[in-house]
T-cell receptor, first 114, second 118 residues
C-alpha cells in the first residue's frame, strides 16, 4: 500500500552512461515532481508535471528529462551522467487543487556516479 | 523569490524533553503555506505539519506544534515529549499558492539534524 514508490533505491554507474529512475504513485494525484537532494541535504525542485504540462526548473540541465506514460508514473531519464549528478533523487506527488495538504514523497534513489 | 532559513544545522535533546526548531522565511506574498517535513535515515520525506498563512491559530498534530508569527515571518516547530523515533532531519518548506508560472514546487530550508539522547 505504498503511496509513492521509486526504483531503484540505489544506483551506481559510470560517467557517461544513461540511466532511468522510475516513480509511481497510487494516491490518485494529478501532479508529480522530481527533486534533487545534494550532499549538503539541500532539496531543490527539478520538474513538476501536471496533465501533460511540464514545468522545468531552468537550472536543470537538458540531460535530465522526465517522462510520464500515465498519470500515476513519472520516470526520470538522465543522459551522459556526470560526477555532479551524484545525489539523492526524490519523486513526489500531490493534488494540484489541494496543495495545502503538502506533497507525498517517495523513499528516494541514491545515485552515485563514478 | 522566496527564501527559507533554518539557522540550526543540528540540535540535540534528551528523550522526553521538548525541543524547538526554528525557521524563518522571506516573502512578499500575504497568502502562502508552510510545512515541516521529517526525513529519517530511511530518507523518505514525511509531512509532519502544515500551516496556512491566513489562519491565525497555530497548527497542532499530536506532539508536534508550530509557533507561527506572520509579522516576524517565523515558523518554528515544537516537539514535545521527544522520542527516539523523532531523530531525523527536519525541513521547513514554503509554498506559494500562485506558483503557476514556476516549477510549482516547495522552497526548502537546508534542514536541521535532530538528535535524541536516550
Amino acid at each position: 500500500d505504498t503511496a509513492v514508490s521509486q526504483t531503484p533505491k540505489y544506483l551506481v554507474t559510470q560517467m557517461g552512461n544513461d540511466k532511468s529512475i522510475k516513480c509511481e504513485q497510487n494516491l490518485g494525484h494529478d501532479t508529480m515532481y522530481w527533486y534533487k537532494q545534494d550532499s549538503k541535504k539541500f532539496l531543490k525542485i527539478m520538474f513538476s508535471y501536471n496533465n501533460k504540462e511540464l514545468i522545468i526548473n531552468e537550472t536543470v540541465p537538458n540531460r535530465f528529462s522526465p517522462k510520464s506514460p500515465d498519470k500515476a508514473h513519472l520516470n526520470l531519464h538522465i543522459n551522459s551522467l556526470e560526477l555532479g549528478d551524484s545525489a539523492v533523487y526524490f519523486c513526489a506527488s500531490s493534488r494540484r487543487t489541494q496543495y495545502e495538504r503538502g506533497k507525498f514523497f517517495g523513499p528516494g534513489t541514491r545515485l552515485t556516479v563514478l | 523569490a522566496q527564501t527559507v532559513t533554518q539557522s540550526q544545522p543540528e540540535m540535540s535533546v534528551q528523550e522526553a524533553e521538548t525541543v524547538t526548531l526554528s525557521c524563518t522565511y522571506d516573502t512578499s506574498e500575504s497568502d502562502y503555506y508552510l510545512f515541516w517535513y521529517k526525513q529519517p535515515p530511511s530518507r523518505q520525506m514525511i509531512l509532519v505539519i502544515r500551516q496556512e498563512a491566513y489562519k491565525q491559530q497555530n497548527a497542532t498534530e499530536n506532539r508536534f506544534s508550530v509557533n507561527f508569527q506572520k509579522a516576524a515571518k517565523s515558523f518554528s516547530l515544537k516537539i514535545s515529549d521527544s522520542q527516539l523515533g523523532d531523530a531525523a532531519m527536519y525541513f521547513c518548506a514554503y509554498r506559494s499558492p500562485y506558483s503557476g508560472g514556476g516549477a510549482d514546487g516547495l522552497t526548502f530550508g537546508k534542514g536541521t539534524h535532530l538528535i535524541i539522547q536516550p
